[in-house]
C-alpha cells in the first residue's frame, strides 16, 4: 500500500504559479511512476504529467507542456508539480497517483485526496 497527500494548492490570480506537492508513505516511492491529474468541476479526471520511478522519463498533456513542470525527490518520499502561467482554464482538483508508468488512470493503484487550484481571470 502507498498513501499520498497532495498539498500547495490554493487561490491564484491568472499568469501567478503553484507548486503542489505529494507526500508518500508505505511502500518504497521510488518503485512508482508517480503522476498528476485533474479534474474540473462536472469534468472528467484528465491526465496532466508523469515521471518515471527514477525520474528519469517524463510526459505531459498538451494542454500543460511548457508551463508545468513534475518532478521528484525520492529520498524525501515527495512529488512535485510546478505550474507556472496559470489560466482559468487550469481551475481543478488536482490529484497525485502512484502505479505504472502512463498516462490513464487504470494505470494507477493509488490515490491522494485531492487538492484544489483555482485560477482567477
Known amino acids: 500500500q502507498v498513501q499520498l497527500v497532495e498539498s500547495g494548492g490554493g487561490l491564484v490570480q491568472a499568469g501567478g504559479s503553484l507548486r503542489l506537492s505529494c507526500a508518500a508513505s508505505?511502500?518504497?516511492?521510488?518503485?512508482?511512476?508517480m503522476a498528476w491529474f485533474r479534474q474540473a468541476s462536472g469534468k472528467e479526471r484528465d491526465f496532466v504529467a508523469v515521471?518515471?520511478?527514477?525520474?528519469?522519463?517524463?510526459d505531459y498533456a498538451a494542454s500543460v507542456k511548457g508551463r508545468f513542470t513534475i518532478s521528484r525527490d525520492n529520498a524525501k518520499n515527495t512529488g512535485y508539480l510546478q505550474m507556472n502561467s496559470l489560466g482559468p482554464e487550469d481551475t481543478a482538483v488536482y490529484y497525485c497517483?502512484?502505479?505504472?508508468?502512463?498516462?490513464?488512470?487504470?494505470?494507477?493503484?493509488?490515490w491522494g485526496q485531492g487538492t484544489q487550484v483555482s485560477v482567477s481571470s
Open positions: 515521471i518515471s520511478g527514477t525520474g528519469a522519463t517524463t
Open positions: 497517483a502512484a502505479g505504472r508508468y502512463g498516462t490513464v488512470k487504470s494505470r494507477y493503484d493509488y
Open positions: 508505505g511502500r518504497p516511492f521510488s518503485n512508482y511512476a
